[in-house]
């Protein structure tokens, strides 16, 4: 919720709030993310969104008639990292994304060595995944972007 939540919504920040605060997107139809299983449960998580469902990430301005999705976070199990579920979830995004009619997916990894943002991923795997790198956003994050067009 930390990229998409209001000002008002930011005052009621604990788990339950939290928690809620998606659930009324969800109800609403908005997009927020997909999930990965396994054998039937949840397993992972990567949230991707048209970006103007989110607050400002950061950035360089769109191009007129662009159509941008925006990957801004993961959740892997700590014993199950390593195993390249981010790349499967980032190859997922960016399917979920074009099928929804984005013409660029865009994210704001930062490099491995960064001291926070974590959850945002790492700049390797998405370069890894074709995406370019724009300019920052921010101290350490970074703007990468994948043209689907």
């Keep these: 919720m930390v990229w998409r939540r209001t000002a008002a919504e930011a005052k009621n920040n604990d788990s339950a709030g939290r928690k809620q605060q998606m659930m009324t997107r969800i109800d609403a139809g908005t997009p927020v993310g997909l999930i990965a299983y396994e054998a039937g449960k949840p397993l992972a998580w990567v949230s991707i969104a048209p970006r103007e469902t989110y607050r400002n990430l950061g950035g360089p301005e769109t191009d007129a008639g662009e159509v941008i999705w925006s990957i801004v976070c993961f ?10 579920l981010v790349y499967r979830l980032i190859a997922a995004a960016v399917d979920h994304a074009r099928d929804a009619g984005a013409t660029v997916v865009e994210a704001y990894p930062v490099p491995p060595d960064a001291p926070s943002y974590h959850f945002m991923g790492f700049v390797p795997a998405f370069e890894k995944a074709g995406f370019t790198e724009i300019g920052p956003a921010g101290i350490r994050r970074r703007v990468m972007r994948l043209r689907l067009d």
Aim: glycine share 20%.
């Design 75 to 84: 959740w892997v199990p700590r014993k199950r990292r390593g195993e390249g």
